[in-house]
């Protein structure tokens, strides 16, 4: 069930969308390709589903060579950011699909719909067509029907994309949940690295067609491999040559030493949290993070200007 | 006031242009009683020129809507060179008279034309016969179901058809599950649209068919022939009968119409 990305490049005419990737994911796991639009992330997803073919590399999955083999043969499981329903079938039907098409017995189909059906909590919907069920539910259809004729991996590119944020956020627990359950290697498409780390058990970022770092949410935030995956991966603020995280600063009023002079522009309370935007005296932005009480001992005002130094040592060296 | 007027604008001109005319034909046929038109429609050569219209029709249809829906995929989900010229030539038979397109056929498949000899060495008639007419009718009425099929195709995009290979189903099954329910209401529409061209058929058929009483007379060149023997009212009957068909199939696709919106 494991999935092996071996040198694949893909060009589209001028356009380099993959260039020498690799990537190893293990049998079971959960994997975010994380990247901007225009990394190549949603190209490698393709690739490994046969829904695209690399110009060069292998794709071997669960150790056997996928690179040449029809997307039907490879027993993959896709769900698109907009659904692919099939609009003029019930969502029965869209789930049985997959079983319908290898023939399965009619006995075995309804029992394996049924069984999805109740998985993505959508039992009453059965008889339904997908216009009448809402965004979230209609992904929650196509993720039943990408199960049904049991995949070995799960593909999902960009799965929550197109769903308000709420919803959103109901899907990706959700979809964790359902992995501690089914088990299926899964690969999963963002742009946004918040799902990605909520979600993701091995994160792989991509920028320009390579993949920049691979490893887990914790790795990725505390060392970074590249400056592009500190930036990416949490936010970050440019301290002379140095990358800091918002919250690895603090802010005096009076000058101190090592301090950054810079005009505060904006505060907000979040929560428990605040975040303090400034600009240095060279015109740079900069992004404080502190919390509330120290905010409130601090008594800053906006148009005030104050002294920013890195409270942790642990700042991150340029790459 | 201004809706109204409108209104009376459009009915207006139809009514000038189409249901007058249509009006007096039905008039006409029937000014001397239901005798003279029934006489003009039993007669053998009118059965014979309907049958013939029929036979053409239900040749043309079937093979013009597949064409066309392989012409529609080639053309949204494949990329090839001549793809362009593809696209562009589907539309010739609108832009081309019938009788050029008639002409052309003479050129082919007369005598010293370039198919001509291959036909005449094994015995096969093709002008001043069936065959011929058959293809001159296929060639005008081509471009219906393609052109109706194409926007609908683009439209849907292909992600589902995409879904469907995901989850194993071959070429034959993506197309016959996915693809063909999805675009049934143009195909439909393009059957309907085709199958009232190829009724109607006169120019490119009357070049080619060499026009002989009971043999290759079509329904529409019997109206001429009839019309022009001074027999009005067995021009007129016939040509009632090829317009009831005519508004039958159009109330057939504006029945069909508005449950395209419901797919």
């Known amino acids: 069930m494991s999935i092996l990305v071996r040198n694949i490049s893909k060009r589209f005419g001028d356009f380099t969308a993959l260039d020498d990737v690799s990537l190893d994911v293990a049998g079971g796991s959960l994997t975010a390709l994380l990247g901007p639009s225009g990394s190549g ?133 959700w979809l964790r949940h359902l992995h501690e359950e089914v088990h ?10 918040a799902e990605a780390m909520d979600v993701a058990s091995q994160i792989a970022v991509m920028n320009n067609g390579r993949i920049e770092q691979v490893g887990d949410p914790t790795q990725l935030y505390d060392q970074p491999a590249s400056e592009f995956v500190m930036q990416f991966v949490g936010e970050a603020n440019r301290v002379g040559d140095r990358w800091v995280r918002p919250h690895d600063l603090d802010v005096r009023s009076e000058p101190a030493p090592g301090g950054v002079e810079a005009q505060i522009e904006r505060i907000t ?51 | 006031m201004r809706r109204y007027a409108l209104r009376f604008v459009a009915l207006f001109y139809l009514s000038a242009i189409l249901i007058a005319p249509l009006g007096i034909v039905f008039y006409r046929t029937f000014e001397d009683g239901f005798r003279p038109a029934w006489e003009a429609l039993s007669a053998p050569d009118t059965i014979h020129a309907f049958k013939l219209t029929l036979i053409i029709t239900a040749i043309a249809v079937p093979l013009n809507t597949i064409f066309g829906i392989i012409c529609a995929l080639a053309i949204v989900r494949k990329r090839f060179p001549g793809k362009g010229l593809l696209n562009a030539f589907i539309d010739l038979p609108l832009a081309l008279s019938p009788v050029v397109v008639g002409l052309s056929l003479f050129l082919l498949y007369g005598r010293t034309g370039w198919f001509g000899g291959f036909f005449e060495r094994h015995d096969i008639q093709v002008l001043f016969a069936l065959p011929a007419m058959i293809i001159a009718t296929i060639f005008v009425s081509l471009p219906f179901v393609a052109r109706e099929v194409v926007p609908t195709l683009r439209e849907i995009g ?77 021009a007129y009957a016939i040509a009632i009968v090829l317009a009831l068909i005519a508004i039958a199939v159009l109330l057939t696709m504006t029945l069909v119409r508005p449950r395209e919106g419901t797919t």
């Open chain 1, 184 to 193: 299926v290697t899964t690969i999963f498409v963002t742009h946004d690295q």
């Open chain 1, 41 to 173: 992330k949603s190209t490698l997803l393709r690739i490994i589903a046969g829904l695209e073919f690399a110009d060069q590399g292998e794709i071997l999955i669960s150790g056997e060579d996928a690179t040449a083999v029809r997307p039907q043969d490879r027993n993959v499981g896709f769900v698109f950011q907009h659904y692919a329903a099939f609009k003029h079938m019930t969502v029965r039907d869209n789930v049985a699909f997959g079983l319908q098409v290898r023939k399965r017995p009619k006995a075995e189909i309804r029992d394996r719909v049924d069984r999805l059906l109740k998985l993505v909590q959508l039992e009453a919907f059965g008889h339904r067509y997908p216009a009448q069920l809402s965004g979230g539910q209609r992904q929650r259809m196509a993720l039943a029907r990408a199960l049904a004729p049991k995949p070995e991996v799960l593909l999902l590119d960009e799965p929550f994309g197109a769903l308000d944020a709420r919803v959103r956020a109901e899907l990706r627990d």
């Open chain 2, 158 to 234: 292909d992600e589902q058809e995409q879904a469907a290979k995901t989850l194993g189903a071959g070429g034959w099954q993506t197309f016959r599950r996915i693809t063909l329910p999805s675009i049934r209401w143009a195909v439909i529409y393009g059957v309907i649209l085709t199958t009232a061209r190829c009724l109607g058929e006169y120019g490119a058929v009357a070049v080619v068919s060499g026009r002989i009483q009971g043999e290759t007379e079509t329904a529409t060149l019997r109206v001429e022939e009839r019309y022009d023997s001074f027999d009005l009212a067995g």
């Open chain 1, 269 to 319: 309370r979040y929560g428990f949290d605040a975040r303090i935007e400034l600009v240095d005296a060279g015109g740079e932005p900069l992004v404080v993070q502190v919390t509330r009480d120290r905010l409130e001992e601090l008594e800053l005002a906006r148009g005030q200007i104050v002294w920013v130094v890195a409270h942790h040592e642990r700042a991150f060296a340029e790459a």
